[in-house]
């Protein structure tokens, strides 16, 4: 641990972060009793604690900041927390693209299109490409904008079409960053203060690319000579360690953004916690799904849910510099939902159904042994299986079900039914059928309406115990269940297979599920007036029957 200074001053406290004396929220007199659920405001004496109540009330946290030699700083539960509590409200420090990024509008952050004869519009300030003439004035944009235009710098972006990533993208984050300097210096100072892991970042390959062409635009394009090449990748890896990435299917959103107080938060690869962002600023909440209990610690997750655990953790210590150790990544079994397994073919020929795992998660070089027969295969042969299948899975033409199907049948005796690349391909079929052209709920098959009630069925039995309770991905699921459900129970009613006393059994249990997707979704922006929509038409159904 190198930084001792909290990077967001939690103790709100004049005389220095994480000093245990402060002065006193009533009138201001040295003092050294704090409120003891935030441990964010200091008193004097008991009773100006109790004259303040009225005004601190709304403001204690229910989080604290603590830290740890293996953590670094985290948040623990500052009292006992219910399911759905919106425990942490912020506003971006910065928001920016990532470092390869679609092309998008350095004014809103929306997602350009780029036409056939390519006729995006530059901004006539600084030639970057914007939505219109409109975002030449977003707040996000200003700044950079007045230095190119007052250093003679124009960009000339050759959009490379549309789908196609673009590097050129990846210095405007750390150049927002630089600009605060002057324009917010506390804001900067406040960057500064966040965890980089710069040492270990240094000498990869990724920095070094870093180093010719963020540091050399900054320094040499925009003659900013003041920041130094540190300062410069300094920043670059405090994005890369703490930024969120910021989704939002409404206008096609796909950035990054520094909350340095939900940045606070560490990782788990069953994490209690799940964030949505709303509004123009991209403000974020930050909101428990399951209840956590008093001392507990509020975790996020900063990788992918379903993937297995050798990637999880590759992908930690790549983005992120560290070795997780949580629960999931110690245990073989990945909470006995064998995300990782394959089946044991020796095992198989004699007609028995056996997992092969790891011997020892937390070594990626770790032999994988068969729970059953003991049969081993080198750690290293797994990793190389996994790159394969994953390079297969990103060759699957995903316009076509069949295709997916294909390859789910391929992999049937070599991969555990919840391996997670079998979980990837599954995921993708459930959202295809109901919801792509030539697949919409009503145009499907009996047959594929089934598949898609138990493709359901099958992955949240996974999300219940890895992203259990008010997860985004239990709510989909839910929702696309009920949905799936509704249509066959109505057919099934038609075609004299079940009485009207059963289907409306099916479709009461519909509603619940969906009520249960409403309640966890009602916070997502995109899903409100979606869910709002089917709430009332199947009360309509239910009323019907
Ligand atoms: C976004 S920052 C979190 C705040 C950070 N702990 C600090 O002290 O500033 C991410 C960094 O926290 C540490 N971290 C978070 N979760 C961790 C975990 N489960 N195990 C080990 N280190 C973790 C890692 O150093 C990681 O790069």
Request: net charge neutral.
């Amino acid at each position: 641990m190198k930084e001792k200074t909290p990077p967001y001053n939690f103790l709100q406290d004049e005389e220095g972060p994480r000093s245990m004396t402060g002065s006193c929220a009533v009138c201001k007199a040295q003092a050294t009793q704090c409120c003891s659920g935030c441990h964010s405001v200091f008193y004097c004496c008991r009773d100006h604690q109790k004259q303040h109540w009225k005004i601190h009330k709304s403001q204690c946290t229910p989080y604290k900041l603590s830290i740890s030699p293996e953590l670094g700083y985290y948040l623990v539960a500052a009292r006992d927390i219910r399911q759905g509590e919106v425990i942490l409200r912020e506003t971006p420090i910065i928001i920016g693209p990532k470092v390869v990024s679609l092309p998008l509008c350095l004014g809103c952050g929306r997602r350009l299109r780029v036409s056939e004869n390519d006729d995006t519009y530059m901004c006539s300030g600084c030639g970057w490409p914007l939505c219109g003439p409109q975002c030449e004035t977003c707040p996000e944009h200003v700044p950079e904008c007045n230095l190119m235009k007052e250093r003679g710098y124009r960009a000339s972006i050759k959009l490379q079409g549309d789908g196609k990533k673009e590097a050129s993208y990846c210095s405007i984050a750390p150049l927002r960053c630089l600009l605060l300097k002057k324009h917010d210096p506390a804001k900067y100072e406040t960057i500064l203060k966040l965890q980089s892991h710069l040492d270990e970042r240094r000498d990869t390959s990724l920095y070094n690319i870093f180093k010719n062409n963020i540091v050399g635009f900054i320094q040499n394009a925009l003659g900013l000579t003041e920041f130094s090449d540190e300062t410069i990748l300094r920043i670059t890896a405090i994005l890369d360690t703490n930024a969120f990435e910021i989704r939002r299917s409404e206008g096609d959103i796909k950035i990054r953004g520094l909350f340095p107080k939900a940045a606070m938060m560490s990782h788990d690869c069953k994490a209690n916690t799940k964030h949505v962002f709303s509004g123009s600023k991209f403000d974020v909440e930050v909101i428990t799904t399951v209840p956590i209990k008093k001392g507990e610690i509020i975790s996020v997750t900063y990788t992918q849910t379903l993937w297995g655990t050798l990637a999880r953790r590759a992908h930690l210590k790549q983005s992120k510099c560290f070795d997780c150790t949580c629960l999931r990544c110690s245990d073989p079994t990945e909470l006995g939902t064998y995300l990782g397994a394959i089946n044991c073919s020796l095992c198989k020929n004699k007609g028995k159904d056996s997992k092969i795992v790891s011997a020892s998660p937390l070594d990626p070089s770790a032999t994988w042994k068969c729970e059953d027969c003991g049969h081993s295969i080198p750690g290293r042969q797994i990793s190389w299986g996994n790159d394969a299948i994953r390079q297969e899975i990103t060759m699957l033409d995903k316009t076509k079900p069949e295709s997916l199907e294909n390859f789910l049948g391929k992999y049937k005796d070599a991969l555990h039914p919840n391996n997670w690349h079998v979980l990837e391909v599954k995921y993708a079929l459930s959202q295809m059928y109901g919801n792509m052209k030539g697949y919409l709920l009503s145009e499907l098959s009996d047959a594929l309406v089934e598949r898609k009630i138990n493709l359901c069925t099958e992955l949240l039995e996974i999300a219940d115990v890895l992203d259990p309770g008010a997860s985004r991905l239990r709510g989909l699921l839910l929702y696309d269940l009920q949905a799936a459900m509704v249509v066959q129970a109505k057919r099934d009613l038609e075609n004299e297979k079940i009485t009207k006393s059963a289907a409306q059994d099916i479709l009461a249990e519909c509603m619940t599920l969906l009520q249960q997707s409403t309640e966890i979704l009602k916070t997502e922006e995109d899903m409100k007036k979606l869910l709002e929509e089917k709430l009332v038409s199947l009360t309509k159904d239910l009323e019907f029957q």
